[in-house]
């Protein structure tokens, strides 16, 4: 649309405006509230029809420029995960940002990184949606037990840090799963024939997820063990 590219060309040729917009550190604002309000005036710049599709592409080009921006001082992928975790509140994209470059300095973080990778994608296969739901009377082995006890403290504990927006203490404090994580990966088969084993197990997966989902997309982050790691883990 032609209100689009007016869009971009007028942030293109104010660099410095953008970074400006972009590199706020302790003014909350949301992109989306002022997107999606609909233009109330006789004469409006969009039709109403193609009102959200310039919303929405609008949108796309300020990720883009907070992507390549913040792409000068951080990991791309880094930036990737914490943008596809949601980017209204700029402040918080770069709160989050900041802590998960702090995490990833960590000598632990390639194994965190791996079993929330693997998590993520076992979640998106099952298709799973909506309130995750852990029956403790079907719990069998110890490893499912202890993750569980392991995530209701973990959840216990991220309240007050989520409400203060420390991440780096709720990174740090989900982090701390990693273990009781890797451990049921080893231990227990998610996809069980049983299906209410199964749905369960992924009930399990799913508030683990949850834990980190809003905060970074760890599919996005680029992390590999070493060969001899690797092998160890095979």
């Given at each position: ?7 971009e ?10 970074r ?39 949108l ?9 921006l913040?792409?000068?001082?951080f ?18 994209v770069?709160?989050?940002l ?13 194994p ?16 799973e ?10 719990l069998r ?12 403290r973990?959840?216990?504990e ?19 799963l ?24 992924l009930g399990?997966?799913?508030?683990v997820a ?7 997309d760890?599919?996005?982050?680029q992390?590999?063990?070493p060969?001899?790691?690797?092998g160890?883990?095979?």
């Amino acid at each position: 649309p032609e209100y689009l590219s007016a869009f971009e060309r007028t942030l293109t040729r104010r660099s410095t405006r953008t970074r400006q917009v972009v590199g706020y550190r302790s003014v909350r604002f949301g992109f989306a509230p002022a997107l999606t309000r609909r233009p109330t005036r006789t004469r409006p710049v969009v039709a109403l029809s193609s009102f959200r599709i310039v919303a929405e592409q609008v949108l796309d080009f300020l990720r883009g420029r907070m992507k390549a921006l913040w792409g000068e001082e951080f990991p791309v992928d880094l930036v990737e995960a914490v943008l596809s975790a949601g980017f209204d509140d700029v402040v918080d994209v770069r709160k989050r940002l900041e802590a998960l470059a702090e995490v990833k300095a960590r000598p632990d973080f390639v194994p965190l990184a791996l079993a929330f990778k693997r998590v993520a994608n076992i979640q998106e296969k099952a298709g799973e949606n909506g309130v995750a739901r852990v029956d403790p009377g079907l719990l069998r082995d110890e490893a499912e037990k202890r993750l569980l006890a392991e995530i209701e403290r973990v959840e216990s504990e991220a309240i007050s840090l989520r409400e203060r927006r420390n991440y780096p203490a709720v990174l740090r404090n989900v982090a701390t799963l990693e273990p009781a994580v890797a451990r049921f990966f080893d231990d227990v088969l998610v996809m069980a024939e049983e299906p209410a084993l199964r749905a369960n197990r992924l009930g399990l997966m799913r508030r683990v997820a949850a834990l980190f989902a809003d905060l970074a997309d760890f599919r996005k982050i680029q992390a590999e063990l070493p060969a001899a790691a690797a092998g160890d883990a095979r």
